[in-house]
């Protein structure tokens, strides 16, 4: 499934990157790369998952909450002093957990998905203000940052997690009889059930998966500092959205690859940077994010579009 | 001297994708009169009322109303000029007041008039009086039964002064008792000087309430007669009749064991009750009735989209429980339901994709999709079904309608299925294909599947079946052999 979105994906990034090369070739530097690496692996981490959920037909909003949970636990239990393999285990967990409720409210109490996400993006967001009254986690032991690594090989773990995740995840949509339960349930769920598939599993099973890579990220994210933010992850579900959306895959569901996704995120990563780089106010980041948004769904809707005539045409059936 | 003539349709042609629907119909309305419009599924008569309310343009002909001619008709047009069509399911907006949707057809559009909520209802109450009803004109219409959701319609037609009211099978889902209160609204609708257009399959009805009858076959009307000149089996008669050369006929194969066991079968929410029957290998089940009378039900409940809440299934012998389509499919049942387009194929998957979908464990070791293995086995069913397709990589939905139901049906080849359900195995399909399909299962059957066959077409169930289930109101009311079926006698039995 190696589309024409992929061609254009390359041709913009290419672009981006050949405008940095002539007109501020600092962009390559060793340090700012691995800075910009950095501060989206975790990004990339959650988009694997959201593209799961988008996959299904549904949508998980709630990712920048279960993202900010997800490193209060991390935080709390390396405190405690579990090794750092119990703690990577128990934010994983957890966040499964709260993608497992968001999955059950959507598929076996049939509530839409962006309600359910709305409402448990905002109630977990408050409930962790609450529990925590804003406080940081802190005085983190040493072994918790950078996994207990040094700090020049935590990029090249960082990025492993994410390559090891994204191969697998790819491989898996497509090598995997599960992967095509997704798409089938996405494109048509009334014929994926008809074809035997549990269509309330499979929407139950995304959700929890989405919410366990959320909690991956998280750790991912924090093993950067000794200390742990009450408030981390507020706007991620837009970045991870429009990451997938940019990808390719299609808002409805059924249609989408991994490897659009990972070329979503890579593209909306660098145009912020670069900006700054080209002298242009970090303000216009976001009008522009918005603006390849756009083109994205046109895109979309147009070639959908042109595939098949209106529907005025198709709600009239002979009978 | 006759009444006037309300209504006028002249030579009305209408051909959906090269398939036509209507050849050459007129059909005429008289005021105070009830014109019942009757045939087969599929004759033509539902294609012929969207003609008249402007649901749908004609190819050809004309339409007169009051003896103007008619240049454009659309929905809006037809309101303005007096048409008011009644569903078998109400149009009604059901988390509105009956006050509000009565008040909809008459006041005017305009945005930011004011309301006269009193006037309103005084004017709902008026209209329902009329009707013959006293329903509150402040309850959601959601709250109402069907019934009373009807009456509101045909107050809501008097409402609107509608001279002429077409109704489309109002009674499929109604009692007898509320029959009788649909044919007082009747009877006061024509007091007024109304025309109603009146199609239902019930015979009996067309007797007791209409003037006279149209008849349409294949598209075609067969005339116009008063109800008091013909009778039942006449009827009955002209609604048939074709002859059954475009069917590829079912070869005689030898019969096994039986395979598909159903005892008391019921499902009651969706109306299926003490179903009864066995298939047996090699044998093709034909299952008719007309639409609504529990055909599709059924074999949803088979196939377990919707579990039986009584009786038993038995498969080769053995008790089963089939509660999802998953059951269904480890027990060697398959499905290919009458919505091809929605339900049957993924149109935006591959041939390889659809074909596989099923049965993925077949084709994966250890979960993982061996695309070899895959591919091998969607071109073999791509040749063995003569699925014409640029390659097995093309999607579901650029092939034609024919292939797209081949594909389906690969899907459940691929099953390696015991029994096979197919419900309207050619509806929509042309020519050619049909015949192909035809032999198909011919071919299937002689291989020893055993297959159900749902469908609405007379000569389709008369050549491919070698026996008949007849299904009314939610049951098999009889099961005849081939050699024994008419079409006379399997109309005779579906109506009642």
């Known amino acids: 499934m190696a589309d024409r979105r992929t061609g254009s994906l390359l041709a913009a990034l290419a672009a981006v990157c050949a405008l940095l090369a002539i007109a501020a070739p600092g962009f390559f530097s060793r340090e700012n790369l691995i800075d910009v690496l950095l501060g989206n692996v975790p990004v990339l981490i959650v988009a694997l998952g959201a593209t799961l959920v988008l996959l299904t037909g549904e949508i998980d909003i709630s990712v920048g909450s279960v993202f900010a949970i997800c490193g209060v636990v991390a935080g709390v239990t390396a405190l405690a002093g579990a090794p750092m393999a119990i703690t990577i285990v128990a934010t994983c967990a957890a966040g499964a957990l709260l993608g497992a409720l968001n999955g059950a409210l959507v598929a076996y109490a049939a509530l839409p998905s962006i309600v359910v996400t709305l409402a448990t993006m905002v109630a977990l967001r408050d409930g962790l203000r609450w529990a925590t009254q804003g406080a940081w986690v802190q005085d983190l032991p040493d072994s918790f940052q950078w996994f207990g690594l040094s700090q020049s090989s935590y990029p090249i773990v960082a990025c492993g997690i994410a390559a090891l995740l994204q191969a697998a995840l790819a491989y898996g949509l497509r090598h995997v009889a599960a992967g095509r339960a997704v798409y089938a349930t996405g494109s048509d769920p009334d014929a994926a059930r008809l074809a035997g598939f549990d269509v309330a599993g499979v929407k139950a099973a995304v959700f929890t998966i989405a919410g366990a890579l959320t909690g991956l990220a998280a750790i991912v994210n924090d093993v950067r500092f000794n200390q742990v933010p009450s408030n981390a992850g507020i706007g991620l579900e837009m970045k991870v959205i429009a990451a997938v959306v940019v990808g390719g895959t299609a808002i409805r569901g059924g249609r989408g690859t991994m490897t659009g996704t990972l070329l979503g995120v890579a593209l909306l990563a660098i145009v912020g940077p670069a900006l700054v780089f080209l002298g242009v106010s970090a303000y216009w980041e976001r009008a522009i994010q918005g603006a390849i948004i756009l083109a994205a769904v046109a895109l979309d809707a147009w070639r959908l579009r042109r595939r098949q005539p209106g529907l005025s045409r198709a709600a009239v059936q002979p009978s | ?496």
């Open chain 2, 1 to 496: 001297m006759p009444a006037p003539v309300l209504l006028q349709a002249d030579s009305i042609t209408k051909s959906y994708a090269g398939v036509r629907a209507l050849r050459g119909v007129s059909v005429d309305l008289r005021a105070g009169e009830v014109h019942a419009l009757v045939g087969e599924n599929g004759a033509g008569k539902s294609t012929l009322i969207k003609i008249m309310t402007g649901a749908v343009a004609p190819d050809a002909g004309t339409i007169e109303v009051a003896g103007q001619r008619v240049a454009h008709m659309d929905p809006h047009a037809a309101r303005a000029l007096g048409i008011a069509a009644i569903y078998q399911q109400p149009a009604l907006f059901p988390h509105l007041t009956v006050a509000e949707n009565i008040a909809l057809t008459f006041e005017s559009a305009r945005v930011w008039r004011r309301i006269d909520w009193a006037s309103r209802r005084r004017r709902a109450r008026d209209l329902l009086a009329s009707a013959g009803a006293s329903i509150d004109p402040d309850r959601d219409v959601e709250t109402l039964s069907m019934p009373e959701q009807q009456i509101v319609e045909i107050a809501r037609a008097m409402g609107a002064d509608a001279r002429i009211v077409i109704m489309d099978e109002p009674t499929a889902a109604l009692t007898d008792r509320e029959v009788e209160r649909l044919f007082g609204a009747i009877a006061r609708l024509r007091e007024r000087g109304a025309g109603v257009v009146y199609i239902s399959h019930r015979l009996e009805e067309v007797f007791a309430s209409a003037d006279r009858v149209t008849v349409l076959r294949d598209g075609e009307s067969l005339g116009t007669w008063p109800t008091a000149s013909l009778d039942r089996a006449r009827l009955i008669r002209l609604m048939v009749g074709r002859d059954l050369s475009t069917v590829f006929p079912k070869r005689d194969v030898a019969m096994g064991d039986v395979v598909l066991e159903v005892r008391g079968l019921s499902h009651r929410p969706s109306g299926v009750h003490d179903v009864t029957f066995g298939v047996r290998r090699g044998e093709i089940l034909g299952l008719g009735g007309l639409v609504g009378s529990g055909r599709t039900e059924l074999a949803e409940v088979l196939f377990g989209l919707r579990p039986a809440d009584g009786g038993g299934i038995r498969v080769n012998g053995s008790d089963v429980r089939i509660a999802s389509p998953a059951d269904a499919i480890a027990h060697g049942i398959g499905y290919v339901p009458e919505d091809r387009r929605h339900h049957g194929v993924v149109l935006e998957m591959s041939i390889v994709a659809n074909a596989s979908l099923a049965s993925l464990p077949a084709v994966a070791r250890a979960g993982m999709i061996d695309h070899r293995a895959e591919r091998s086995s969607a071109s073999r069913y791509v040749s063995d079904l003569r699925i014409k397709a640029e390659s097995v990589d093309a999607p579901v939905g650029s092939l034609s309608g024919g292939n797209q139901q081949k594909v389906a049906l690969a899907r459940w080849l691929a099953t390696r299925p015991a029994v096979l359900i197919l419900d309207e195995p050619t509806q929509g399909v042309d020519v050619g294909s049909k015949a192909e399909i035809h032999a198909l299962m011919g071919s299937l059957a002689a291989r020893g599947l055993a297959i159900v066959m749902i469908s609405s077409d007379m000569p389709e169930l008369l050549g491919m079946s070698d026996r008949i289930a007849v299904m009314r109101a939610g049951t098999i009311r009889s099961i005849v052999p081939r050699a024994e079926a008419t079409q006379d006698l399997l109309l005779e039995l579906a109506l009642g």
